[in-house]
Every structure is written in C-alpha cells, then in structure tokens.
C-alpha cells in the first residue's frame, strides 16, 4: 500500500495516518508513505518528518504527483505487485495516478479552502495495470474505524512495539495498565515516540469499549 499523504493543503494529519498504517498492518500489507505537495514544505521539514516515520518502521518516500517528483521511485515497486493507494480526499491519489499511467485516467479536485479537506473525487475502486503490476485508487477518508480489530492483535500493529511484545512480566500484556510492562518502560526512556503510544492506547480503549471513532 502507498498511504498517500498531502504534507501541506490539508496538513498531515498524524492520527489519520496512525489509523492508515494501523489497517494495514491488520490486514497484513506492507506500507509506504508516500508525502504529496513537496514543494510547499522546506528541506528541515521534510528531514523531520522522515525521522519521525522511519522510527516507526515505515519507509518514506516524497512526491510531488502533479509534477511528476519521485513518481518514478512508486513506479518501480509496483512491478509484480498488487498495490492500493489509500489516503485523505485532496491527498492527490487521483492525480498520482494519472501521472503514473501518462493519461487521465481519474477525476481531480482541488481541496476546499473553507474545509480544509479534499472533495471526494474518486467514488470507486478500480485495478489498473501499470508497470507490469496494478494499482487501485481509493476513496478518500476523513476518518477510518479499527474497532473491529481484537484487543489482543492491535499492539501487532505497531512495528515500534515488535522489540518489546514478549518482555513484559505478564504474558498477554496489553501494554496498558499492567505492571512491569516492557513497551511503556520504552516509552519512558524514550525509545518508543510517546505520541506513538498515546495514540495506541486511545485506540485500545475504543476497542474495549466497542465505540466507533
């Protein structure tokens, strides 16, 4: 999956995309992210961004779809695969595809200045064979419901947890309020992104309660 993210217009919305990379992770697909609209952010921001993403274990890959940036580094990974393109409206999946297939393919929009929020363009998925693979746009979302994934599966979800799963005191630990928990004594010493985790246990706590995001 390229999880396709506008960097700026609209702003990167990181729970969002924490919930993007939460849904593949339990549905067992690999994850890029894929930054849109380079151009409107400096070379410092970019920088950070990219720590930020690869220290929770997800490739970054930065584009600008209209002008054709970086498109040719996406191409050469869809070859042989199945790839979705998932994201926000106004993130500029559309548009990626039509510079990846050199043709309009898919209708574009333009993001609304009072919304701060793309218009939903793409109302259908389809499989399109590009580079010896295919790829499938997506409607945009503003929000994503994970509810439906099992208490016990979600810290799977979080690569920045792999190290740390099995070292906790209690076998089956949540990572929530249980003692001697390996992930939190991570999140302390700073080897785990404290908002990483906060917003983990705010999906955990959705999930106990069955209440929709």
């Known amino acids: 999956a390229f999880v396709v993210f506008a960097i700026k217009n609209p702003d990167l919305n990181f729970d969002l995309l924490n919930r993007f990379l939460v849904l593949c992770e339990s549905n067992n697909i690999k994850a890029i992210v894929a930054l849109n609209k380079i151009d409107l952010v400096s070379e410092e921001e970019k920088r950070e961004l990219k720590e930020k993403i690869n220290a929770i274990g997800y490739e970054v890959l930065f584009i600008n779809a209209k002008e054709g940036i970086g498109v040719d580094d996406l191409k050469n990974r869809l070859q042989g695969n199945v790839t979705v393109l998932c994201g926000p409206s106004g993130a500029g999946k559309s548009t990626l595809i039509n510079t990846l297939t050199d043709r309009l393919h898919m209708e574009t929009g333009e993001v609304s200045e009072k919304i701060g929020r793309g218009r939903h363009t793409t109302r259908h998925s389809e499989l399109i ?7 499938v746009d997506t409607p945009g979302f503003s929000t994503l419901d994970v509810t ?3 208490k016990e599966e979600l810290r799977y979800c979080f690569p920045d947890f792999d190290h740390y ?3 906790c005191k209690y076998r089956g630990c949540l990572h929530y309020k249980e003692p001697g928990c390996a ?3 991570a999140v302390e010493e700073g080897k785990i992104n404290k908002y990483r985790y906060e917003f983990y246990i705010r999906t955990l706590e959705e999930i106990l309660k ?3 995001y």
């Open 129 to 135: 064979e590009v580079s010896d693979g295919y790829i």
């Open 148 to 150: 439906f994934i099992d």
């Open 165 to 167: 799963n099995n070292e």
């Open 183 to 185: 992930v939190k004594e």
């Open 210 to 212: 069955g209440r929709k």
